[in-house]
């Protein structure tokens, strides 16, 4: 069983910057892929950025691309994401995922252990 554990989401104003963690307690995070994703209030969780095992990897879904970066630590089992400029439109609820595969995935059917979010919030 693989836990996540997300930390660094807040309060923010918009143009501002997030890092947010991710620990994992896996003895095969150097062989499982990583994403993020979001769930704003009222809609569905979304993708925002996935993170192959160990080739560098990465992909980002249109809204956050230039903004935020992923990348991860395989020494210490953590992945970042790095949130930069900031808008309103970020405010959501960001989980942590890991998939049994070492490939980028962009669906959550794609990840079988989920962190339990972290909440980020982006003032006007």
């Known amino acids: 069983q693989v836990q996540l554990v997300e930390s660094g989401g807040g309060l923010v104003q918009a143009g501002g910057s997030l890092r947010l963690s991710c620990a994992a307690s896996?003895?095969?995070?150097?062989?499982?892929?990583m994403g993020w994703f979001r769930q704003a209030p009222g809609k569905e969780r979304e993708f925002v950025a996935t993170?192959?095992?160990?080739?560098?990897?990465?992909y980002y879904t249109d809204s956050v691309k230039g903004r935020f970066t992923i990348s991860r630590d395989n020494s210490n089992n953590t992945v970042y994401l790095q949130m930069n400029s900031l808008k309103p439109e970020d405010t959501a609820v960001y989980y942590c995922?890991?998939?049994?595969?070492?490939?980028?995935?962009?669906?959550?059917?794609?990840?079988?252990?989920w962190g339990q979010g972290t909440q980020v919030t982006v003032s006007p």
């Open positions: 995922a890991s998939r049994r595969a070492p490939y980028i995935g962009i669906s959550d059917r794609d990840y079988e252990y």
């Open positions: 896996s003895r095969t995070f150097g062989w499982n892929a």
């Open positions: 993170i192959s095992a160990s080739n560098g990897d990465t």
